[in-house]
């Protein structure tokens, strides 16, 4: 288990840290170190652990390659440094039937080893992660068996073509 961030005491997340005055450099996830915003700054003193916090949308790009983007423009490299929680969050972006997709659907396709109370545990900490990462508003559910993820939150490149193709732009 990594020691915590400089300043933070064991078991304290790093928004206790800022309450206590702390300053924030950086808090690392899952060994990924998320750079954070202090308080006062232009994002509201919001800090990355606790998700992007804006008015813009994320980017996600598929087209050519993928990339994540925030709010500012730079990489995600928490996610990016995820495979199966990137692809997740791909799959939720991709509205082939729609915004939603059924989380049994979900768990048999990404842990179809797993027993179902250890696929629900999966799908529960990815996204959980994702929340972290990206922001409470970026992975929604609808009712308990529905995921998906909220258009306003996140752009992807593939959706616009989608809709460019459907409207008869394309």
Not at 89 to 105: E, M, Q, V, W, Y
Request: proline letters at 8%.
């Amino acid at each position: 288990r990594n020691p915590p961030p400089v300043g933070t005491r064991y078991g304290e997340r790093p928004c206790q840290r800022l309450a206590r005055g702390t300053p924030c450099s950086g808090a690392s996830v899952y060994g990924a170190t998320i750079p954070v915003r202090s308080p006062g700054s232009d994002r509201g003193g919001h800090h990355a652990i606790h998700g992007l916090m804006s008015d813009s949308p994320l980017t996600l790009r598929l087209l050519g390659g993928v990339e994540l983007t925030g709010p500012d423009g730079h990489p995600v490299r928490a996610v990016l440094s995820q495979p199966s929680r990137l692809a997740l969050l791909i799959f939720l972006a991709a509205r082939n039937s729609g915004p939603f997709h059924r989380k049994d659907t979900v768990r048999a396709l990404f842990w179809p080893e797993a027993d179902s109370q250890h696929a629900r545990q999966a799908l529960n900490r990815a996204v959980y992660f994702l929340r972290q990462a990206l922001g409470e508003a970026v992975v929604v559910t609808r009712g308990d068996d529905e995921i998906g993820v909220a258009a306003d939150r996140l752009h992807s490149d593939v959706t616009k073509f989608q809709e460019a193709l459907d409207s008869g732009e394309l």
